[in-house]
């Protein structure tokens, strides 16, 4: 879609009216631009959601290491030799 619009300044600023064809949802709140050329290109700016302790144990662990119910005395010894010493760490 292609849409035609004014440039305005605004507190020092260049300003743009997005006409309400190519104007985006009411969520973005800020934009990127990139400059290429004499073209501007506006993008979105994706807002993650802030982490918290939840979506962090949420996650797969590390590869590397044993879940908790593998984890047991006679390889406690094992996980961390190798940790301590990175020659011994998986690629």
């Known amino acids: 879609m292609v849409a035609q619009t004014i440039i305005f300044k605004s507190e020092g600023s260049q300003a743009v009216l ?6 985006f949802p ?3 709140k800020s934009l990127i631009v990139t400059k290429s050329g ?3 290109i506006l993008t979105p700016v994706e807002r993650q959601p802030k982490p918290d302790w939840d ?3 949420a996650q797969p662990g590390c590869p590397d ?8 005395s006679e ?3 094992k996980i961390v030799k ?3 010493n990175p020659n011994l760490r998986k690629p």
Not at 65 to 72: Q, R
């Open 18 to 23: 997005l006409p309400a064809e190519v104007a």
């Open 26 to 28: 009411e969520h973005v």
């Open 38 to 40: 004499e073209a501007l």
């Open 55 to 57: 979506s962090f144990f």
């Open 65 to 72: 290491f044993p879940d908790c119910d593998e984890l047991t």
């Open 75 to 77: 390889n406690y010894l």
């Open 82 to 84: 190798m940790w301590a």
